[in-house]
């Protein structure tokens, strides 16, 4: 029963290639985000959604493209992976302005 | 700007020993405030949340936290640590409404010395 997984846990591919990252969260919180954790361990907010609508989108680069198909998934798919997007990538979920409960996170390794 | 500091990226104390770890924020009005826990390959866990009221608030796995808002700090503390301690611990701020978004640290990374 877990509260929010992401799949999958590991990720190695080429430069260049098209990747998703799924996200589940059981809890039935109405807002998902992802982050991207880098190298040096710094967690930054990619996106936010809120009941399937877009709510935070920082300076994230167009190849990457979040979609909630309902509130309790929020899927990140990458384009034309570059080395740079080596990173762990984690999905969270919350009920309102609180708590977030993070994912496993999915390490990601571009090559 | 909205900032979270904390000044140790990292920190090594002995089992047993008493621990402290600090957090400066930067925010146009006194936020909501967590800790979080990451153990490694782990995504990361709350420890305690500062949203309003007593200044010093309790969570999980004994550790507690001081709000000062003279200070802008929130400070996370354990009388005594152990080995299962070990892990990187983040401070963040926010949100304080749902186009606001969490800002975190950079870690504070805790060794635990046998």
């Known amino acids: 029963d877990t509260a929010v997984s992401q799949t999958p846990k590991y990720l190695v591919t080429q430069m260049g290639n098209d990747k998703s990252i799924k996200c589940e969260q059981n809890?039935?919180?109405?807002?998902m985000y992802w982050y991207k954790q880098d190298s040096k361990k710094f967690l930054k907010i990619m996106f936010s959604?809120?009941?399937?609508?877009?709510?935070i989108n920082e300076t994230v680069p167009n190849r990457f493209s979040p979609k909630s198909p309902d509130k309790a998934h929020l899927n990140l798919h990458i384009n034309s992976l570059e080395l740079g997007d080596s990173a762990v990538y984690f999905c969270?979920?919350?009920?309102?302005?609180?708590?977030?409960?993070f994912g496993p996170g999915t390490r990601l390794l571009v090559l | 700007a909205q900032s979270v500091t904390q000044p140790d990226i990292h920190i090594t104390v002995s089992e047993g020993a008493s621990l402290e770890l600090r957090c400066n924020y930067s925010?146009?009005?006194?936020?909501?405030l967590f800790w979080y826990v990451q153990s490694p390959g782990q995504g990361l866990q709350l420890l305690l949340k500062?949203?309003?009221?007593?200044?010093l608030v309790q969570g999980i796995k004994g550790f507690e936290a001081e709000f000062k808002r003279s200070q802008s700090s929130f400070n996370l503390r354990k009388p005594s640590v152990h080995w299962s301690d070990a892990a990187e611990y983040f401070c963040a701020v926010g949100p304080m409404n749902r186009d606001d978004k969490i800002i975190f640290g950079k870690g504070t990374r805790l060794h635990i010395l046998p």
């Open positions: 969270a979920s919350s009920p309102g302005l609180e708590t977030q409960y």
């Open positions: 500062y949203f309003s009221g007593d200044t």
């Open positions: 809890l039935g919180h109405d807002t």
């Open positions: 925010y146009g009005a006194t936020p909501y």
């Open positions: 959604y809120n009941n399937k609508e877009l709510i």
